[in-house]
């Protein structure tokens, strides 16, 4: 079972017994970081080119096409922490499993291997695959955002080693 696994790991405590047992999450980084570890990369579905001034503007308008959808990766983690001043392509776009591709037209979005800006995944109701609505963006969980960056390197891994920071003090101040 998940939970007494977490528990035989040192990343839950419990308190109590029996219908009073309480769990507690102590230890979020080591969690992410074995997430990280255990899981694989997306199965990427289409790839393509649109053309925009910005990543920021590229996902905007493509989320038009696509409400459902969240943007991912890099670009999700930079509008949580932001730090790079320049997100580079492909934008990753998160889309409900069986949204129908020829809603993209009309959007100038062009499918194609080489040069892609564009990078959207399938999703199959991952639950660390949480929508946020907010006035900037429409994106994945901050989790869900840093798990998809924590193998970067550069600059991006400092994006995620930020990221990770601010969630585990969330996180604390939280409980």
């Known amino acids: 079972m998940t939970v007494q696994r977490l528990e035989r790991a040192g990343l839950m405590t419990?308190?109590?017994?029996g219908p009073e047992k309480t769990r507690t999450l102590s230890n979020p980084r080591a969690l992410a970081e074995?997430?990280?570890e255990e899981e694989g990369p997306p199965q990427r579905s289409i790839r393509g080119f649109l053309y925009n001034s910005s990543t920021e503007r590229i996902a905007h308008s493509l989320l038009r096409f696509c409400p459902d959808g969240a943007?991912?990766?890099v670009l999700a983690a930079n509008v949580y922490k932001p730090i790079l001043t320049r997100v580079p392509p492909p934008v990753r776009i998160w889309i409900p499993e069986l949204y129908a591709e020829d809603n993209l037209?009309?959007?100038?979005?062009?499918?194609?291997?080489e040069g892609a800006n564009i990078e959207l995944v399938r999703s199959?109701?991952?639950p660390w695959l949480v929508h946020i609505a907010s006035d900037s963006i429409r994106r994945i969980s901050p989790w869900r955002a840093w798990l998809e960056v924590s193998s970067a390197?550069?600059?991006?891994?400092?994006l995620a080693d930020g990221l990770l920071l601010d969630l585990e003090e969330r996180w604390h101040g939280d409980h």
């Open 14 to 17: 419990a308190s109590g017994s």
């Open 105 to 113: 037209k009309g959007s100038g979005f062009e499918q194609t291997d």
């Open 124 to 126: 199959k109701n991952d």
């Open 34 to 36: 074995l997430w990280s």
């Open 153 to 158: 390197r550069g600059r991006t891994k400092e």
């Open 71 to 73: 943007v991912g990766g």
